[in-house]
T-cell receptor, first 109, second 115 residues
Framework: ELKVEQNPLFLSMQEGKNYTIYCNYS?????LYWYRQDPGKSLESLFV?????AVKQEGRLMASLDTKARLSTLHITAAVHDLSATYFC?????????FGSGTKLNVKP | DTAVSQTPKYLVTQMGNDKSIKCEQN?????MYWYKQDSKKFLKIMFS???????INETVPNRFSPKSPDKAHLNLHINSLELGDSAVYFC??????????????FGPGTRLTVL
């Protein structure tokens, strides 16, 4: 079965700092997705990465995909408290989605 | 509003009961899903339907039976509820083709508590 591993699982950081969340997956896939989940809420789509070398940016978040290394990263620049949430990566394997365990991000003011 | 909606939002019931969760999407998507999120926030796919046809059926107890009366609706019926069924159940929809490329849109979730 395809495995998706995220690290770290928990991340506590100060406002203004930069950090990267890593997402490794165990089989070939050209599609990778990042989602955000606030406590008690649903999942919100952040990025869709469709090919090797894809990079997308929205505000302080930037996601990239290296399909050869089976690795995606979510980079946070100058974190602010509003980014506190749980972030999931997911891989599409023939319309079957496998999610990572999530990275719970806490940005301290 | 264009969205994925689920009812009910909360469901508290006794072991052994039967319950249903309804899901509707008005995004015009062909594919709908059910996911289970456990207490550790782990998300696992349960079922997927494409245009009313079952395409993914994970190793889920057969007490769980999905039904898709049309491509905009996907319901989940659960028989003989057990304590371990307590979780948040999310419905989602997606469109495999461009421009969405299977980006999933999630419903608000149904928090099921089995006592």
């Amino acid at each position: 079965e395809l495995k998706v591993e995220q690290n770290p699982l928990f991340l506590s950081m100060q406002e203004g700092k930069n950090y990267t969340i890593y997402c490794n997956y165990s089989t070939t896939s050209d599609r990778l997705y990042w989602y955000r989940q606030d406590p008690g809420k649903s999942l919100e789509s952040l990025f869709v990465l469709l090919s090797n070398g894809a990079v997308k940016q929205e505000g302080r978040l930037m996601a990239s995909l290296d399909t050869k290394a089976r690795l995606s990263t979510l980079h946070i620049t100058a974190a602010v408290h509003d980014l506190s949430a749980t972030y999931f990566c997911a891989v599409d394997n023939f319309n079957k989605f496998y999610f990572g365990s999530g990275t719970k991000l806490n940005v301290k003011p | 509003d264009t969205a994925v909606s689920q009812t009910p939002k909360y469901l508290v019931t006794q072991m052994g009961n039967d319950k249903s969760i309804k899901c509707e999407q008005n995004l015009g998507h062909d594919t709908m899903y059910w996911y289970k999120q456990d207490s550790k926030k782990f998300l696992k796919i349960m079922f997927s339907y494409n245009n009313k046809e079952l395409i993914i059926n994970e190793t889920v107890p057969n007490r769980f039976s999905p039904k898709s009366p049309d491509k905009a609706h996907l319901n989940l019926h659960i028989n003989s509820l057990e304590l371990g069924d307590s979780a948040v159940y999310f419905c989602a929809s997606s469109q495999p083709a461009r421009p969405s490329y299977n980006e999933q849109f999630f419903g608000p979730g149904t928090r099921l508590t089995v006592l």
